[in-house]
């Protein structure tokens, strides 16, 4: 009996993907269920599965060639009598981050063939022992170049980033936060949080409450464009910005507003795996009415991020940093971090940004404001 196997359906807004590589040739036996190919998205990476044993009789489509979905990719020969599942069903892996494992990766692009650039003679108007012509005397024709071509994902990233120069009216603004009173109350209760969870108290969990509480006080930042219109989200989906070797990826905590510290953290950890063992599905990628990125794990002590559009605002956390600050009079030395708000000007006004931001100072220089909802 002769299969077709075909691209999946993706979604409303992924209609085409690359096929990134063949990991079964055509001739070779595969087992029902079994891995033969990845398909990578401007999102994710699925993988192909075999929706029967059999062997691949032919292979349709040749490696780093963009199919459409529901293209036939191959055809699998059995002897089973077995209904034709369409399309085979992929099993999602964020095209990791989109930061940056059980679950194979796909294999690297290669690159375009190098070539060897000719070192240049040393001019005779520079000295013998001046510094430009020492790399000349040391590795002759050395010099190499090599042109890589960008990922789906890396393409789309940058789309979504011109795009959002490029439509929106971004203005950035910022401010200071004491983390001491968030520390000392992890510090009071993380052994306890752990052993009742399974999961350690980190600080995204805060940072996750304080925005959903400042998003309810200013509605416009949980909004977007559309048009000559305002769409108003009546809820809460917060996309934690995720980095891996692939690029970047924003799963989205979906009602965050409603979950525990606990879920928070559990989710946070969650993505992140996932993100790095190629898992995350397209529809947690999908969405989000808000933005938060953590530039702080990598060493960031200040930076300007941009909205995911089309959202209107996104948050950037940055690294903490003990410094001397004014405090009753006195001068103490606190664990203070740099937060960034940058927000789309068209629909929220000066005024706005900065008591958002004010806001989440407040709740987090006073961490009981979080589970009071003051």
């Not at 393409?155 to 439509?167: D, M, V």
């Not at 971004?170 to 052994?191: C, D, H, S, W």
């Amino acid at each position: 009996m002769r299969i077709e196997i075909k691209a999946p359906e993706l979604s409303e807004s992924v209609q085409t993907g690359t096929l990134l590589a063949w990991r079964k040739q055509a001739g070779e036996t595969v087992k029902r269920d079994e891995t033969i190919a990845d398909l990578e998205t401007d999102k994710v990476i699925l993988e192909i599965s075999a929706p029967a044993s059999g062997v691949l009789a032919e292979l349709r489509v040749a490696e780093e060639a963009e199919v459409k979905a529901g293209q036939v990719l191959a055809i699998l020969e059995t002897d089973e009598a077995v209904a034709v599942p369409g399309p085979a069903a992929p099993s999602a892996a964020v095209a990791a981050p989109e930061p940056e494992s059980p679950a194979p990766q796909a294999r690297p692009a290669e690159p375009d063939v190098q070539v060897p650039q000719p070192a240049e003679p040393a001019s005779s108007a520079w000295p013998a022992e001046c510094p430009p012509c020492a790399p000349a005397a040391a590795g002759a024709g050395e010099r190499t170049e090599r042109r890589v071509p960008m990922t789906r994902l890396r393409q789309r990233i940058a789309e979504r980033l011109k795009e959002a120069q490029q439509t929106a009216a971004l203005l950035t603004t910022f401010n200071e936060i004491n983390m001491q009173p968030v520390q000392e109350l992890r510090g009071r209760y993380k052994a306890r949080f752990e052993q009742e969870h399974g999961i350690k108290l980190g600080l995204m969990s805060f940072f996750v409450k304080a925005v959903c509480q400042a998003l309810k006080q200013f509605p416009a930042l949980n909004a977007y464009v559309d048009g000559h219109e305002i769409v108003h989200h009546d809820y809460y989906d917060i996309g934690i910005a995720v980095s891996s070797e692939r690029g970047l990826v924003v799963p989205v905590l979906r009602a965050a507003d409603r979950l525990s510290f606990a879920e928070i953290e559990q989710a946070i950890v969650d993505f992140a795996h996932r993100a790095d063992s190629l898992e995350l599905g397209l529809e947690e990628l999908e969405g989000g009415t808000f933005t938060l990125s953590n530039g702080g794990v990598f060493g960031s002590l200040l930076s300007t991020p941009i909205v995911n559009p089309p959202q209107s605002g996104v948050l950037g956390l940055h690294k903490i940093q003990d410094r001397p600050i004014a405090e009753h009079g006195q001068v103490v030395i606190r664990p203070m971090m740099y937060v960034a708000l940058t927000y789309d000007h068209r629909i929220v006004d000066g005024r706005e940004a900065v008591s958002f931001l004010k806001a989440i100072k407040d709740d987090l220089e006073d961490p009981a404001r979080l589970l009071l909802e003051l």
